[in-house]
C-alpha cells in the first residue's frame, strides 16, 4: 500500500525537490551579480526529473570534520556539481561575469511560479486520495 502511494506521488515530489535546488542554484546566481568572472550556472530539469523519477535522487553527502569528541556528527547532502552547466550569456561583460540579471529573474521567477503549482496540483492529487479512502 505505502509502495503505490510513494509511485503516486514521487513524480510530483521529485519535481518539488529540484525545483528547489534550482531555486538555490539562481538564487546564487543573482547573489553573484557584481563578482568578477562568475559563470552563471543552471542544470537540465526535464532530463534530471526523469532521471530523479527513474532511479531516484543520487545527492552525494559529506561528512563534516570534527576537532572534539564532543562534537556532533553531522552530514550535509548536495547535488553533484557535474551535473551544473554553464550559461552562455547573450552580451559579454568586461569583467568574465555570465550573470545576467533580466534573465536570472525571469528564471527565478519561473520557477517559482512552477514551484507553487507543483504544491497545487499535489494538494488535490492528497486531497483526491484522502476523499477515496474516507468514502
Known amino acids: 500500500m505505502i509502495d503505490k502511494l510513494d509511485a503516486a506521488l514521487r513524480f510530483n515530489r521529485e519535481a518539488l525537490n529540484l525545483r528547489a535546488e534550482r531555486q538555490e542554484v539562481l538564487a546564487a546566481n543573482i547573489a553573484h551579480a557584481d563578482t568578477p568572472n562568475y559563470k552563471a550556472r543552471d542544470f537540465d530539469f526535464s532530463?534530471?526529473?526523469?532521471?530523479?523519477?527513474?532511479?531516484?535522487?543520487?545527492?552525494?553527502?559529506?561528512?563534516?570534520?570534527?576537532?572534539?569528541?564532543?562534537?556532533?556528527?553531522?552530514?550535509a547532502k548536495s547535488m553533484p556539481d557535474q551535473d551544473l552547466l554553464y550559461r552562455v550569456p547573450t552580451q559579454s561583460s568586461i569583467d568574465g561575469n555570465t550573470v545576467e540579471?533580466?534573465?536570472?529573474?525571469?528564471?527565478?521567477?519561473?520557477?517559482?511560479?512552477?514551484?507553487?503549482?507543483?504544491?497545487?496540483?499535489?494538494?488535490?492529487?492528497?486531497?483526491?486520495?484522502?476523499?477515496?479512502?474516507?468514502?
Open 101 to 135: 540579471m533580466d534573465v536570472e529573474r525571469i528564471n527565478f521567477a519561473d520557477n517559482a511560479l512552477r514551484y507553487e503549482s507543483n504544491l497545487t496540483v499535489l494538494g488535490a492529487k492528497i486531497k483526491t486520495m484522502l476523499s477515496a479512502v474516507q468514502q
Open 47 to 75: 532530463s534530471r526529473l526523469s532521471q530523479a523519477v527513474e532511479q531516484g535522487r543520487q545527492a552525494q553527502s559529506f561528512a563534516m570534520a570534527t576537532t572534539s569528541s564532543r562534537h556532533l556528527a553531522g552530514e
